[in-house]
């Protein structure tokens, strides 16, 4: 084993959720506990931070403040969504890289993100390979959307999870107060994979919830959904619908991009969620509302799962584990280990390449066959990873989240 | 002192909150103890329910269940909006109403409700006294507008307030991830009161939060607001907006239900955020999202205040305590008392016809003199409100909320 020495980077990626800063600390706290690591530096707005060379120096900060990133939503280093170029289209930000390396002596990278992320790892890689610059390359996951490949989950995605499962469980009791009832339409994240939308059925399953729920796996038919709505709501006074943001009809249109907005007359403004509830009220004559739980499905650390929380930084510091024993080009991952009904969770490696731009999608068999509800499979497969609450930092009741210093990092003396 | 004996009915009335059912039960319990309460019944739906003789007996409800509605939210009884005529306009309700408390022994008569509901209780009242029969009427206050006159706060609020609070720290946390930052818009309820508005600058105060909140106490200069969320975003590169949905300008119109509305092309979706955000889109080039916290406001009981919860019940509580000592006529209300800086509360009783039908608003002082800001006064009347956690009971991590029995009340046999 080469007992390679040098500076870390650690970055953080993409879209934000309420635990990649709990990776974050498991990483940071790792690193800097490793005899091999000699500097642990954070990226300012992930790769786009290296490449302008806003690199903060990890140990500059304090150890109490750092500990808060557990519990601290969103992307505390900050975040891009940069996409690099093919090496073999243009190199520059490759040889840009390759340079801010050098100078601070970085022998260690840790990228946080999603699909898109761990691409971008693997040309980092390849390249600093190529160039004869030995660097050692880890990916961590993450993503709300739960859509990467060759990982049993993603942190990020519990914690959504519970809070859409929580939020649909809160909204069900308030929907109905009235004698008369309403349909309620609640849009969830989740562009191409079903993960979040399905996880509103936890609700279903833990007492009360949505009737009904649209995942983008199965192609969406209007004239049904219609029918389901009014059949429910004739059925039991009111109807409450769960569907994600990127329910897609068989010609692979989104429906919240299809021409039926524009029958409404609004191309602008309103999501998904306001266009089916509209097209409900003239379908059926009921009193409808919409709901976006928008942003706060991937920021709502306050009720984050334990579970989720405790695997992020699990993630984070098995790359650093991983990196320092000599591996490279992988992304962690997780494997479910189910003993007498009892879950748990370890972490393996996987080729970048593996992971790259593939999407996971929900199996089409945890899906009922009419495309409008989960089997209880899904269930199965959530419900652990939502479990357990968090011990977020309080000050007057009001969250205390993580202050960093964030100071500059000097380049490498040599 | 008269040991008037009888049943006493307890409705729930307006929109629900995350601590009504707190209120319900403090009642319930209050109820069941006292030896001059001779039969609890809860009215489904309220006056409504009253009115068709939908009454269910609250003895025959496990008692492990009716504690759990301290942390239940919406309204378990079920709630109405029903609004009874003037009695000398219309005495059709108040003779059916007479009837039905004649058939069921009801001499006491709570009901949990805001502005509209405390008329309801002060009519009703009268009527009965009129019609010699001896009934006692309190009200208990309930709303998450907190605009109710007479008392220093009203259950309901403090809940909605740490909601919003917490809500927007996360919110600002996931805002400022990239390089690139962008104005959004957090549209928060009420109608004519800017208390759930202002509660925003909470997160500020604790950390971060909104730049700027409008409350519709202030009239809306839609020029100045331009102006200010452009200065913000280009000094900060980002902005924050909390913005009430009943702003007005100085004419009296609703800014969401203006004229403007029409300019862009959109009179049926979206509210006043989505509207605010595209007039912010067009006139300064940000880009810009609107995230409208929508029905989670009044039912997040997972987040809920203890001190509004167990405020809640006690105003519940007061109630029957002071219907059976003889009070009629009354609403409980809470006087605040603040010694070395210790906030505390107590119960008052203040005279239904003071409080039914007028708004209490956030005084002009409290707000800063451009009307883009709440004062220290504010956030120090409203933080005491928010303080401590709710000891919900959970199940799979998810709420465990009330599941009551619902049997049906028989008549007094008599």
Known sequence: MNPLKGACIIGQSGGPTAVINASALGAIQSALQSEQVTRVLGAANGIEGVLKERLFDMAREDPGELELLKYTPASALGSCRYKMAAPSVDDTDYRRLLEIFRKYDVRYFFYNGGNDSMDTCNKISKFMQQ??????????????????????????FGSAAKFIATSCMEVHQDLRVYDKGRVTIVEIMGRHAGWLAGSAALATYAGAGPDLVYLPEVPFRMEEFWQDVDRIYRQNGSCMVAVSEGVQYADGRFVAESGDRDVFGHTQLGGLGAMLAESVKRQTGAKVRSIEL???????????????????YMAG???????????????????????????????????????????????????????????????????????????????CSLPRFAKLRKVPAKPEQR
Chains 1, 2 share one sequence.
């Not at 928008?294 to 992020?312: G, M, Y």
């Not at 970048?352 to 945890?366: G, I, Q």
Request: some cysteine.
């Open 131 to 156: 160039s004869g610059y030995e660097c050692r390359v880890i990916g961590i996951p993450k993503t709300i959307d739960n859509d990467l490949h060759g990982t049993d989950h993603c942190p990020g």
């Open 294 to 312: 928008s942003l706060l499905q991937r920021c709502a650390s306050h009720v984050a799962s334990k579970t989720d929380i405790d695997e992020a």
């Open 317 to 395: 510091k098995a790359a650093v584990e991983a990196a320092v024993s000599g591996q490279t080009d992988k992304m962690v991952a997780f494997e479910r280990i189910t003993e007498n009904g009892i879950y748990s969770c370890k972490t393996k490696l996987i080729g970048l390449e593996e992971v790259a731009n593939v999407e996971k999608l929900v199996p089409r068999e945890w899906i009922n066959a009419r495309g409008n509800g989960v089997e209880q499979p899904f269930i199965d497969y959530v419900l652990p990873l939502i479990q357990g609450e968090t011990a977020m930092q309080k000050e």
